[in-house]
């Protein structure tokens, strides 16, 4: 897939034939991802040539933490963020 003028993503020629969708921690994991739900389905019929993944990260750590605690951990914005902003140092 190639960024075009005016915006647009077009796939071209080449070796761009999967694109994998991630949903990482912490959404509810009792609540299924519509957003990735609707750009899977808008890229595969803009693109149909191109295989589309998902993958819900979020669920294998809910189900290793245990759901209660994963449960709290989503629900407190600044716990949820804490991991991840020792990824930016």
Known sequence: M????????????GPCSRLALVSTPWPFF??????????????IQRHPDIRVDTHHVYLE????LGYPLYRIISERPWIAECPYAALLH
Do not use: N, W, Y
């Open 30 to 43: 009792d609540r299924p991802s519509v957003q990735m739900g609707t750009l899977k389905a808008f890229l």
């Open 61 to 64: 750590i809910a189900a290793v």
């Open 2 to 13: 190639t960024q075009q003028a005016g915006s647009s993503i077009e796939a071209g020629p």
